[in-house]
């Protein structure tokens, strides 16, 4: 876990030192701007103090992308990788920093699967480049087209939500299928997590060769991937049909466009604010109820194993069917005829908790800083963005103090390595006596 940390800060540092360089820029650049755009890119949130397309040069943005690559891939994947080039062999405390950051129960078999984890990304980012090169490549010629292919296709797929065409994000592209499907198809993608795509192809193989009816694909997927590709639809769809609705007679929002981009324009809006950024309608002119649902699902955030931010799809999901258990006067917490370990629980209450509280310490925080007059909407979809490292603002990012722009930092930073990862860093280890004693127990008043 300390590694992990320290390996996300220093990255953080050497990408604010690169990004205040002048070759880096077209006009100076203070470092604290620096250092926030090293911070978001890393941590693939998308907040910005400034407006990359008009800030850096062509050097500024190949540093954005390497970062923003990094901060998708992670640091332990990127190192691996490395290794992997020169042919330095990967030791047995190298392999177990492997293991707990993907979560795996045994040593065997990481490197192989960092390897595919990394195939895999670059194939799907080199897809991504492709379909947006239909779009890029006619409007702004072969090199720069395929060069604004590549960093949106990178940055998509990485769920950082920044882009370099301007300062509107993919706002002139609101009517543009290509954009549009391109962008949902690589954040949904990424947002599934790694595991979940192997799990799922390892499936197809095995009915590809006859080796499992068709009519089992989804029945014999593990738990964690039918957890996590149920709660991504029913998120997607339940998103969807609330902008469509509350959004629909908007002016600023989807009130001007005809029925089919409603559809098209509500659809990412949903997707995206699982953690990805880019958005096609204006953040700030959507009405409170939508920005405070919008804040539930960036809270929310995507799957575990990927790029994705938040406490996870799958978190929220074991912790509603612990209630419901709860509720029904059962002892364990069942899903499609498997018990969900204690321990299990446990942790996802102490992430969402964790999570929560960050969440409101740096929203009373921010609130406290800054002048009266901000909405307090608007501050929540902030940090709500910044926990669960989406990107998507209500215009306010430049505006605030240094001091609220270094909450946002902390906060992009926790939401990137997740709440649970600082809590195990500074809990220290478990005390021998804790496993042999056993104390008492007495009942409370709750509720």
């Known amino acids: 876990m300390g590694i992990l940390a320290v390996g996300f800060l220093g990255v953080i540092l050497l990408g604010g030192i690169l990004l205040w360089l002048p070759i880096c820029n077209r006009e100076p650049i203070a470092f604290i701007d620096a250092l926030f755009t090293s911070v978001t890119s890393v941590c693939v949130t998308g907040l910005v103090t400034i407006t990359p397309a008009v800030q850096f040069t062509v050097w500024g943005q190949l540093v954005l992308l390497v970062l923003i ?54 194939v799907v980012e080199g897809a991504g480049a492709l379909l947006y090169a239909f779009q890029f490549v006619p409007e702004f010629g072969v090199i720069k087209g395929s060069w604004y292919s590549v960093f949106h296709a990178v940055s998509a797929f990485c769920n950082a939500g920044i882009d370099i065409l301007g300062g509107s994000s993919l706002s002139v592209y609101v009517a543009n299928p290509i954009i549009n499907i391109t962008t949902i198809l690589l954040i949904i993608l990424s947002g599934m997590g790694f595991m979940v795509w192997f799990d799922v192809i390892g499936n197809g193989k095995k009915i590809l060769h006859k080796e499992l009816p068709r009519r089992w694909w989804f029945t014999r997927l593990k738990l964690q991937s039918k957890l996590a590709i149920i709660m991504t639809v029913i998120l997607l769809l339940v998103g969807t049909v609330f902008i469509f609705a509350v959004e629909y007679h908007n002016p600023e929002t989807l009130g001007n466009l005809p029925l089919g981009q ?44 990927g790029t994705a931010g938040g406490v996870k799809t799958t978190t929220v999901m074991m912790l509603t069917l612990a209630c419901l258990t709860f509720v029904r006067g059962g002892n364990d917490t069942e899903c499609f005829g498997k018990k969900i370990s204690t321990d299990n629980i446990r942790t996802g209450f102490c992430v969402v908790a964790a999570a929560f509280a960050v969440f409101i310490v740096g929203t009373l925080a921010i609130l406290v800083i800054e002048p009266d007059g901000i909405p307090m909407i608007n501050v929540i979809y902030e940090t709500a963005s910044a926990i669960g490292t989406v990107g998507l603002t ?42 042999i004693r056993r104390l008492p127990e007495e009942r409370i008043m709750v509720g």
């Open 69 to 122: 690559q990094i901060g998708g891939l992670g640091v332990i994947a990127c190192v691996t990788a490395f290794f992997l080039i020169i042919r330095r062999k990967i030791t047995v405390k190298e392999r177990i920093v492997i293991r707990e950051t993907y979560n795996m129960d045994t040593l065997g078999g990481m490197v192989n699967m960092v390897r595919r984890v990394i195939l895999g990304v670059l």
């Open 262 to 305: 409603k559809i098209m324009a509500s659809i990412f809006q949903s997707v995206t604010n699982r953690t990805a950024g880019f958005c096609t309608i204006s953040q700030s002119g959507l009405y409170e109820e939508s920005k405070l649902f919008n804040s539930i699902l960036m809270f929310i955030g995507g799957s575990p194993g």
């Open 394 to 435: 209500a215009d306010l990012t430049p505006h605030l103090s240094r001091a609220s722009q270094c909450v946002l930092m902390v906060m992009m930073y926790v939401g990137r390595l997740g709440p649970m990862t600082l809590v195990l860093l500074f809990a220290g280890k478990k005390h021998p006596r804790d496993k």
